[in-house]
Protein backbone atom coordinates (compact mmCIF):
# COMPACT_ATOMS: atom_id res chain seq x y z
CA UNK A 1 0.00 0.00 0.00
CA UNK A 2 1.46 3.69 -0.81
CA UNK A 3 1.90 6.31 1.60
CA UNK A 4 1.27 10.07 1.50
CA UNK A 5 3.40 11.38 3.83
CA UNK A 6 2.52 15.22 5.51
CA UNK A 7 5.80 17.81 4.17
CA UNK A 8 6.62 21.08 4.54
CA UNK A 9 4.03 21.94 1.90
CA UNK A 10 1.04 21.55 3.64
CA UNK A 11 0.02 24.26 5.18
CA UNK A 12 -3.19 23.65 7.06
CA UNK A 13 -4.99 20.42 7.12
CA UNK A 14 -8.75 20.30 7.56
CA UNK A 15 -10.42 17.47 9.15
CA UNK A 16 -14.72 16.91 8.59
CA UNK A 17 -16.51 14.15 10.83
CA UNK A 18 -19.47 12.13 8.42
CA UNK A 19 -22.06 10.04 10.43
CA UNK A 20 -24.55 9.76 7.84
CA UNK A 21 -28.33 8.87 8.57
CA UNK A 22 -31.94 8.34 6.87
CA UNK A 23 -34.02 11.27 7.24
CA UNK A 24 -37.90 11.18 7.18
CA UNK A 25 -40.89 13.33 7.42
CA UNK A 26 -43.93 10.97 8.42
CA UNK A 27 -47.23 12.16 6.80
CA UNK A 28 -48.15 13.65 10.34
CA UNK A 29 -45.22 16.02 9.99
CA UNK A 30 -43.00 14.20 12.70
CA UNK A 31 -39.16 14.29 11.41
CA UNK A 32 -37.09 10.73 11.82
CA UNK A 33 -33.82 9.49 11.79
CA UNK A 34 -31.73 7.05 12.75
CA UNK A 35 -27.85 6.70 11.67
CA UNK A 36 -26.57 4.69 8.28
CA UNK A 37 -23.27 3.45 9.99
CA UNK A 38 -22.25 2.36 12.88
CA UNK A 39 -18.81 4.28 12.35
CA UNK A 40 -17.64 7.63 11.76
CA UNK A 41 -15.64 8.38 9.11
CA UNK A 42 -13.46 11.57 8.23
CA UNK A 43 -12.48 13.56 4.88
CA UNK A 44 -9.52 15.22 4.88
CA UNK A 45 -8.67 18.45 2.88
CA UNK A 46 -4.93 19.32 2.67
CA UNK A 47 -4.10 22.57 1.49
CA UNK A 48 -0.64 22.45 -0.04
CA UNK A 49 1.04 26.13 -0.68
CA UNK A 50 4.56 27.44 -2.54
CA UNK A 51 5.59 23.93 -4.72
CA UNK A 52 7.89 23.11 -7.20
CA UNK A 53 7.57 21.63 -11.06
CA UNK A 54 8.99 18.47 -9.87
CA UNK A 55 6.73 18.42 -6.97
CA UNK A 56 3.85 19.25 -8.83
CA UNK A 57 4.67 15.95 -11.25
CA UNK A 58 5.43 13.87 -8.52
CA UNK A 59 2.23 14.76 -7.07
CA UNK A 60 0.26 14.35 -10.22
CA UNK A 61 1.70 11.09 -10.42
CA UNK A 62 0.95 9.31 -7.09
CA UNK A 63 -2.42 10.67 -7.43
CA UNK A 64 -2.89 8.69 -11.01
CA UNK A 65 -0.97 5.42 -9.96
CA UNK A 66 -2.97 5.59 -6.35
CA UNK A 67 -7.01 7.22 -8.27
CA UNK A 68 -9.16 4.38 -6.59
CA UNK A 69 -6.80 2.25 -4.73
CA UNK A 70 -6.53 2.69 -1.06
CA UNK A 71 -3.69 4.37 0.51
CA UNK A 72 -2.14 5.23 4.03
CA UNK A 73 -1.85 8.94 5.09
CA UNK A 74 0.64 10.04 7.78
CA UNK A 75 -0.47 13.73 9.38
CA UNK A 76 0.97 15.31 11.80
CA UNK A 77 -0.78 17.22 14.55
CA UNK A 78 0.84 19.59 16.95
CA UNK A 79 -1.71 18.51 19.92
CA UNK A 80 -1.57 14.61 19.36
CA UNK A 81 1.29 13.82 17.64
CA UNK A 82 1.47 11.91 14.13
CA UNK A 83 -1.83 10.02 12.66
CA UNK A 84 -2.28 7.04 10.30
CA UNK A 85 -5.64 6.66 8.29
CA UNK A 86 -6.07 4.43 5.09
CA UNK A 87 -8.43 7.06 2.46
CA UNK A 88 -9.07 7.13 -1.30
CA UNK A 89 -8.94 10.00 -3.14
CA UNK A 90 -12.23 12.16 -2.70
CA UNK A 91 -12.00 14.28 -5.99
CA UNK A 92 -11.47 12.63 -9.74
CA UNK A 93 -9.25 15.77 -10.84
CA UNK A 94 -6.53 17.93 -9.17
CA UNK A 95 -6.72 21.84 -9.64
CA UNK A 96 -3.23 23.34 -9.82
CA UNK A 97 -2.75 27.37 -9.22
CA UNK A 98 0.36 28.48 -10.46
CA UNK A 99 1.25 31.06 -7.57
CA UNK A 100 3.22 33.99 -9.13
CA UNK A 101 4.30 35.58 -5.84
CA UNK A 102 7.12 33.01 -6.29
CA UNK A 103 7.48 32.26 -9.81
CA UNK A 104 7.01 28.48 -10.59
CA UNK A 105 5.65 27.78 -7.31
CA UNK A 106 2.16 26.01 -7.19
CA UNK A 107 -0.78 25.60 -5.18
CA UNK A 108 -3.30 22.76 -4.31
CA UNK A 109 -6.34 21.70 -2.30
CA UNK A 110 -6.27 17.72 -2.27
CA UNK A 111 -9.21 16.12 -0.81
CA UNK A 112 -8.89 12.30 0.34
CA UNK A 113 -11.73 10.21 2.63
CA UNK A 114 -11.25 7.44 4.78
CA UNK A 115 -12.31 4.16 4.46
Known amino acids: MATWSWDENVVSLKEVFIKPSNRQT???GWSMARPRATTNKRTFI???NY?????KNA?????????GIVF???TQ??????ETYDVIFDQDSLEFIYQKV???EYSLDLRVKEV
Open 26 to 28: SPA
Open 46 to 48: LQM
Open 51 to 55: FSYAE
Open 59 to 67: IRDFFDANQ
Open 72 to 74: TLN
Open 77 to 82: DPNDGS
Open 102 to 104: YPG
